[in-house]
């Protein structure tokens, strides 16, 4: 069953497109990541979605409801730079925006509590907000987000902007969240998109250039890739393995050399069988797959 169906969706800021012609679908209880670099328009997608902005054309359909429906009711959303009352403390800013979602006194305050004890800020509900920490700050903003039990959550570069510590527990509390409700998120971080999402939609210049899960994306762009350093100096042996017949290109980043192979086993054999030959002093021999970041270049690349 689909959730939210996405049609032509564009939209265009005195006359200049920011999102052109996006279509896309979500299922239920999906995590799912809009990457993209600063300006590829993640943000301009989320606010249309979430009512703030108007599409200048497109459509946007939830669960099979008329196209002219209230969707906000179904939606919850976080935007990047949440603003609180620093005066207030935790628990009296959920009672507050729980009524403004037309819950009860007593239906807001219930649901404050156990908002408080899902995002571990019970023991800070009392704090006054301005000492909150940021990883705080942002759990208590995705509270305030699903106070009204969205079908749909929507956070907007959720973790960019906080430290180790915060991101973690963004992150595991995301991991939670995705059992009960469908994410989408925007994020330029990589990697947190490679460890929380299901699905991904790859957003450039506006446009979706590749969109799929996981699986999918790495089954259809999957490079072999091996990495190797050397207790000397690596590029010394960037030539020779470049010369082998099973490598497509072998590059130095960082004092790391990185080889790109058209078949994992060969290439494997061939250099440890150099290595073995010549005596290398090879300190360091990893297979690893494609990377995310990969992934998005190669795409972004064709």
């Known amino acids: 069953m689909t959730l939210l169906t996405v049609e032509n969706l564009s939209k265009s800021y005195d006359g200049k497109p920011a999102v052109k012609q996006v279509s896309f679908q979500f299922q239920p209880q ?3 990541a809009l990457i993209g670099p600063n300006g590829a328009g993640k943000t301009t997608i989320l606010r249309t979605l979430s009512g703030l902005l108007k599409p200048t054309s497109g459509i946007v359909t939830f669960n099979n409801m008329n196209a002219n429906d209230d969707l906000r009711k179904h939606i919850g959303y976080l935007p990047q730079y949440p603003v609180f009352y620093p005066w207030m403390t935790g628990s009296e ?50 509270a305030q987000a699903i106070i009204h039990r969205p079908r749909l959550l929507m956070l907007d570069e959720p973790v960019s902007s906080l430290d180790p510590i915060g991101r973690r527990e963004v992150l595991t ?62 590029a010394t042996y960037q030539s020779k393995i470049n ?60």
Request: charged share 30%; with cysteine; hydrophobic share 40%.
């Open 173 to 234: 509390l995301m991991e939670e969240l995705k059992k009960e409700m469908t994410i989408l998120f925007s994020t330029h971080i990589l990697s947190d998109a490679d460890e929380v999402s299901d699905e991904l939609l790859l957003l450039h210049q506006g446009k979706i250039v590749e969109k799929g899960s996981m699986d999918e994306l790495r089954k259809k762009y999957q490079t072999a890739k091996i990495e190797l350093s050397f207790q000397d100096e690596s």
């Open 243 to 302: 010369s082998l017949p099973s490598v497509v290109k072998c590059h130095m980043e960082r004092h790391t050399l990185h080889v790109a192979a058209n078949d994992i086993a060969a290439a494997r054999k061939e250099i440890l069988m150099a290595a073995s030959a010549d005596n290398w002093p090879l300190t360091s021999f990893t297979i690893n797959r494609t990377s995310l970041e990969d992934m998005f270049m190669k795409v972004v690349g064709n």
């Open 93 to 142: 800013f959920l009672v507050y925006v729980g009524k403004l979602a037309h819950l009860s006194k007593e239906e807001a305050m219930a649901r404050s509590e156990e908002l408080l004890s899902l995002v571990g800020l019970t023991e800070a509900k009392n704090r006054r907000i301005g000492k909150y920490s940021g990883g705080m700050k942002q759990r208590l903003g995705i």
């Open 30 to 32: 999906k995590c799912v």
